[in-house]
């Protein structure tokens, strides 16, 4: 198994922002990457549970939880439905929960950490839009990579040569 991202740190130095060491690889796809679609949304997972409804092949679910370790942004059965949907992988700034059942799951997840407790719902947030955490700011049409040594954003679809 390669290792993506020094590879395309190496190939693309000028190109890519590496994102600061903060995530835990949880789900069963330990190296994921596609096209950014942002969520930004405070322990609410509401439009989490939209947008993993929806067809995301070739897509990452970029999720701005504000870095809380309060509430899970994600659990298994919002994992599953992304999975079952063709979704690459999620990058929650927060945290999940389920992890056990997360890591079996053919979905690249990661996250701060992990909290048993479930969000509110109340149809709070913003979908979309630029969001900033870890140094670089993620913006929904550009791309996404992630594996064990970190999480880099580009400008343009890469390939590792």
């Given at each position: 198994?390669?290792?993506?991202?020094?590879?395309?740190?190496?190939?693309?130095?000028?190109?890519?922002?590496?994102?600061?060491?903060?995530?835990?690889?949880?789900?069963?796809?330990?190296?994921?990457?596609?096209?950014?679609?942002?969520?930004?949304?405070?322990?609410?997972?509401?439009?989490?549970?939209?947008?993993?409804?929806?067809?995301?092949?070739?897509?990452?679910?970029?999720?701005?939880?504000?870095?809380?370790?309060?509430?899970?942004m994600l659990g298994?059965?919002?994992?599953?439905?992304?999975?079952?949907?063709?979704?690459?992988?999620?990058?929650?700034?927060?945290?999940?929960?389920?992890?056990?059942?997360?890591?079996?799951?053919?979905?690249?997840?990661?996250?701060?950490?992990?909290?048993?407790?479930?969000?509110?719902?109340?149809?709070?947030?913003?979908?979309?839009?630029?969001?900033?955490?870890?140094?670089?700011?993620?913006?929904?049409?550009?791309?996404?990579?992630?594996?064990?040594?970190?999480?880099?954003?580009?400008?343009?679809?890469?390939?590792?040569?």
């Amino acid at each position: 198994m390669i290792d993506l991202l020094p590879e395309l740190c190496d190939q693309y130095p000028d190109l890519v922002q590496v994102v600061e060491p903060m995530f835990a690889s949880f789900g069963g796809r330990e190296i994921f990457g596609g096209e950014i679609v942002t969520i930004k949304a405070f322990e609410d997972n509401s439009l989490v549970r939209e947008q993993v409804a929806l067809p995301g092949a070739g897509k990452v679910l970029v999720v701005d939880g504000g870095g809380s370790m309060r509430k899970a942004m994600l659990g298994d059965m919002l994992a599953e439905k992304a999975e079952k949907n063709g979704w690459e992988g999620l990058i929650i700034y927060g945290c999940i929960r389920d992890v056990n059942a997360i890591s079996q799951l053919d979905v690249g997840v990661q996250a701060l950490g992990s909290h048993p407790m479930k969000t509110d719902k109340k149809g709070v947030g913003e979908l979309n839009i630029p969001v900033t955490f870890g140094g670089v700011t993620f913006v929904p049409g550009q791309y996404v990579y992630a594996d064990n040594n970190g999480v880099l954003v580009s400008p343009k679809a890469l390939t590792p040569a």
